[in-house]
């Protein structure tokens, strides 16, 4: 598998955690994927999955490595009690934008995983 790695960039710095140089609160490792909750949370748990492969945009990314993230992404909703069928109350949203126009701001790809639960009917 190709490797790409930017020494400049803070996503390629939290994967690199040995270093301690970014830390991140890290959620789920693979081969492929690095997992870690977000510093600015729009919600609680608030998830971004990202590649072990420096790209800035979706299509920059070989397939391999985008192929172990949507399966990563639903342990993480099912580890964050996100992962239930019912209409009430709970639910999620995977985010991922690519360029400044689309609001992307970390130019490593970088999936959101965005808790949504209802202040009432929501289960914690
Ligand atoms: P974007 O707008 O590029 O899709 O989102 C970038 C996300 O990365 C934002 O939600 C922001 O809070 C998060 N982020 C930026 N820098 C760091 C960091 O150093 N650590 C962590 N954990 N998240 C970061
Ligand atoms: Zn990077």
Request: overall charge neutral; hydrophobic content about 40%.
């Given at each position: 598998?190709?490797?790409?790695h930017?020494?400049?960039?803070?996503?390629?710095?939290?994967?690199?955690?040995?270093?301690?140089?970014?830390?991140?609160?890290?959620?789920?490792?693979?081969k492929y994927?690095?997992?870690?909750?977000?510093?600015?949370?729009?919600?609680?748990?608030?998830a971004?999955?990202?590649?072990?492969?420096?790209?800035?945009?979706?299509?920059?990314?070989?397939?391999?490595?985008?192929?172990?993230?949507?399966?990563?992404?639903?342990?993480?909703?099912q580890?964050?009690g996100?992962?239930?069928?019912?209409?009430?109350?709970?639910?999620?949203?995977?985010?991922?934008?690519?360029?400044?126009?689309?609001?992307?701001?970390?130019?490593?790809?970088?999936?959101?995983?965005i808790?949504k639960?209802?202040?009432?009917?929501?289960?914690?």
């Amino acid at each position: 598998a190709p490797v790409a790695h930017d020494a400049a960039c803070i996503f390629c710095k939290i994967i690199k955690a040995t270093t301690g140089e970014i830390p991140s609160f890290k959620l789920i490792e693979t081969k492929y994927s690095f997992s870690f909750l977000d510093i600015q949370p729009t919600a609680e748990a608030h998830a971004l999955v990202i590649p072990k492969f420096h790209g800035a945009k979706l299509h920059n990314v070989p397939d391999e490595y985008l192929a172990d993230i949507l399966p990563v992404t639903k342990k993480l909703a099912q580890a964050t009690g996100l992962a239930i069928d019912s209409p009430e109350g709970v639910g999620y949203n995977v985010l991922q934008n690519n360029g400044r126009i689309a609001h992307q701001i970390v130019d490593h790809v970088h999936f959101h995983l965005i808790p949504k639960r209802d202040e009432k009917t929501g289960l914690v």
